[in-house]
């Protein structure tokens, strides 16, 4: 298991700028694909962002493709979400995840992820 804690949510204005952080505890940060994902109220945790292992593949949701750019620093253990041009619809508790599996490259599915943080919340305002 991988142990995992977001940071740098906040509140935001519509337009504005944020960058979500997560640090993880073990040694296998560098083999394990990390995701974002969010969860707004009264709706389903959805996907938002995922870096492959050694950083050299992203993918992001439609929703956020242009504004959002995942990172990683494997020598930090660290996975980065710089969100850009926010949207009101954008407002939900974000969560770092880690794949359950080594070297994963799946369709990131919520049910891939084994290990999550408790959250960070993002609201934007209109």
């Known amino acids: 298991q991988v142990q995992l804690v977001e940071s740098g949510g906040g509140l935001v204005q519509a337009g504005g700028s944020l960058r979500l952080s997560c640090v993880a505890s073990?040694?296998?940060?560098?083999?394990?694909?990390m995701g974002w994902f969010r969860q707004a109220p009264g709706k389903e945790r959805e996907f938002v962002a995922a870096?492959?292992?050694?950083?050299?593949?992203?993918y992001h949701a439609d929703s956020v493709k242009g504004r959002f750019t995942i990172s990683r620093d494997n020598a930090k253990n660290m996975v980065y979400l710089q969100m850009n041009s926010l949207k009101p619809e954008d407002t939900a508790v974000y969560y770092c995840?880690?794949?359950?599996?080594?070297?994963?490259?799946?369709?990131?599915?919520?049910?891939?992820?084994?290990?999550w943080g408790q959250g960070t919340q993002v609201t934007v305002s209109s």
């Open positions: 995840a880690a794949a359950k599996q080594e070297y994963y490259s799946g369709t990131y599915s919520h049910d891939d992820f084994g290990s």
């Open positions: 073990g040694r296998t940060f560098s083999r394990l694909t």
């Open positions: 870096i492959r292992w050694s950083g050299s593949f992203t």
